[in-house]
């Protein structure tokens, strides 16, 4: 059974950081693309940030390019997100996710946390 659990999310102020955390259980972390998606307020989910099994590849959405980092850490079955400049519109509830497919192109996504919000004040 999947299970991904978020931590790190909060209050920051514009041009601020966050680092968010995802631990993972339940699964071969070291076979899973790993990604992030956040969902705003009435809007829908969105995909922010993906990583393949080798750290080799990522990619980011366009509005989170040079800001956002995603890494992980096979070891620890952990995947993080290092968010800087973070702007109002940066905020969100923040979903880790997990893809048995590790094609970060192609991938799916199948599996997700319970999400931590993240508000950023202007």
């Known amino acids: 059974q999947v299970t991904l659990v978020e931590s790190g999310g909060g209050l920051v102020q514009a041009g601020g950081s966050l680092r968010l955390s995802c631990a993972a259980s339940?699964?071969?972390?070291?076979?899973?693309?790993m990604g992030w998606f956040r969902q705003a307020p009435g809007k829908e989910r969105e995909f922010v940030a993906s990583?393949?099994?080798?750290?080799?590849?990522?990619k980011y959405a366009d509005s989170v390019k040079g800001r956002f980092t995603i890494s992980r850490d096979n070891d620890k079955n952990m995947v993080y997100l290092q968010m800087n400049s973070l702007k109002p519109e940066d905020t969100a509830v923040y979903y880790c996710?997990?893809?048995?497919?590790?094609?970060?192109?192609?991938?799916?996504?199948?599996?997700w946390g319970q999400g931590t919000q993240v508000t950023v004040s202007s």
């Open positions: 990583i393949s099994v080798s750290v080799a590849l990522t």
């Open positions: 339940g699964f071969t972390f070291s076979t899973y693309a």
């Open positions: 996710s997990a893809s048995p497919k590790d094609d970060i192109y192609v991938p799916d996504f199948s599996s």
